[in-house]
């Protein structure tokens, strides 16, 4: 084939999967626009996920009608002129790519009426063709409805999870917008229900409230980088931070509750959340993650905002500065909060004797030979005698040492030592009595006293999506207005719990199981998960002997539900080799 230009369609088809991604990213940038034109009220509404209908709806400035068409154009903008004006750029929006890539790949129609204008105008796009402009209409401000959204992109369409997962994206960046944008006021429409609606006051602790509920909001500490004495940044250079992190007390299962802005942007920062997740080091127990929204100012010219194509990351001139910022901003507050960190084991121990025991240790894992579904997940490789022995069914017998680390179990076994991870080995006896023929596990234990669980908008989703999922395995809940919910039973293995923690834990764990084959897999781990005893528990020599027994009676002993391994083995033949008796 010869080399020709593509036509400005096909160029725009292509742009378009760039741009937009899923309904989310759409949603993410009409809300931009709306924000670029400073609008304090938006409404987005969103029908099946956002796959038949997103509406973003705005009082901002507006357009006028002679600029309607042309914003249809790829590179129109109306926010920069040049390519120096980039270093300075303040708006969201910059490349004027967004509404044409998302008219080339849907039947959209784009509303508006500038400020100081009596009429407004409507122009339509089908699948990038424009129709004429014709008169509507409506007050100073916006509408975009985007309908039917890759229908001429099989391919596009069969990449978009479950209509229930992608409701949940747009609920947990809408979520995030909120809260991002305290001063404007967010209201969003889920098939007909409204899902969330922001106080738009400009408190960034009432933007927590409507989105994290009162609970949550309470548990908030507000974090920020000193002033000095004349109110001046103690960084000269320009740096500053502002927002709330979680208190000690309060944490997650997983990292979906941070939130980053840089220069007002939303950021997915791997720098940002490990310098979180470092000043938290000593605070929160193991695998457990805080909550924050935090917000950076940097002078424009320190940040290249136009790296990613949709604009979800920024890169620093000096990105030491922002992580030192992160730093001292949520240490200064957590050490107001709880003046005494709890040192933990790993911060004693020095690093090259545990690195060399664990390598010492990987080379044994036990899951070989394993049958059934787990079977062959794990690599060969020298795994030496364990791999000799059939382990399908049982394990070796097993007699408890100790625990160290509160979170392995030590013991002997016939041919050395057995390393446990208590929190693997028993979730993995937990999920098969919840799973198992019996169903001992997942039949409700009903509370004395009902309790309330608040939800966010992106859990509410998720209840929605597996609710009766949830009731088929013990947790027995029911609306209570309000994005509240009444927890009247538990499953039997997660009593003992606090039932509103676990409710929420379980539908976080289980929005971040996507990977899993199905929903009925998530919501099974996920109550195992919450139910098992966690790291970090010191447990007693009874419970300790408890657990290998059990493990022992479960069907899949040597992986957890995810497929990690439960224990290790340190042969006796390893050992005398370490040690130089052979
Ligand atoms: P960009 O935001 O990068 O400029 P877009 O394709 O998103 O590009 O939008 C093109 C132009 O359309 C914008 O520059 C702006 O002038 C106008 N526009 C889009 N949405 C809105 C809105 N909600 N309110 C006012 N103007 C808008
Ligand atoms: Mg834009």
Known sequence: MPIRVLEPHVVAKIAAGEVVERPASVVKELVENSIDAGASHITIEVESGGVKLVRVSDDGHGIPADEM????????????????DLELVTSLGFRGEALPSIASVSRMSLQSRAAGSDVGYEVQARW???????????????????????????????????????????????????LAFPEVQFRLRQDGRETLVSAGNGNGSDALVAVYGAQVAEGMLPASFALDADGDRLDASGYSIGGYVSAPSLHRANRTYMTFLVNRRLVQSRTLSYALEEAYQGFLPQRRYPLAVLAIEVPTSEVDVNVHPAKREVRFTAEGRAFTLVQRAVREALVGSSPIPE???????????????????????MTGPIGGSEGGRFPEGPTGEAQSRDMRTRLPLLRVVGQIQNTYVVTEGPDGLYLLDQHAAHERIVYDRLVGKSGAGRQPRPLLQPQTAELTA???????????????????????????????AVPEVAA???????????LDLAAQQGGLRDREDAVTASIACHSAVRAGQALTQREMEELVLQLEEADNPHTCPHGRPTMVHLSAHHLEREFGRR
Do not use: C, W
């Open 69 to 84: 068409a042309l914003a249809f154009q790829r590179h129109a903008t109306s926010k920069i002129s040049g390519f120096d």
């Open 458 to 488: 992106s859990q509410e989703e998720m209840v929605r999506a597996s609710g009766e999922l949830l009731a088929q395995y013990g947790f027995i809940i029911e609306p209570f207005g309000d994005r509240s919910y009444l927890v009247r």
């Open 496 to 506: 003992g719990a606090d039932p509103s923690r676990a409710l929420v834990e379980v």
């Open 343 to 365: 040192v933990r084991f790993e911060d004693i121990m020095s690093p090259s004797v545990s690195g060399e025991a664990a390598r010492a240790m990987s080379f044994f894992p």
């Open 128 to 178: 990038g063709e424009l129709s004429t402009l014709t008169a509507a209409g409506g007050s100073t401000g916006t509408t975009v409805t985007v309908r039917d959204l890759f229908d001429n992109v099989p391919a596009r369409r069969k990449y978009l999870r479950s209509i229930g997962a992608e409701a949940s994206r747009i609920a947990d960046l809408v979520s995030r917008l909120a």
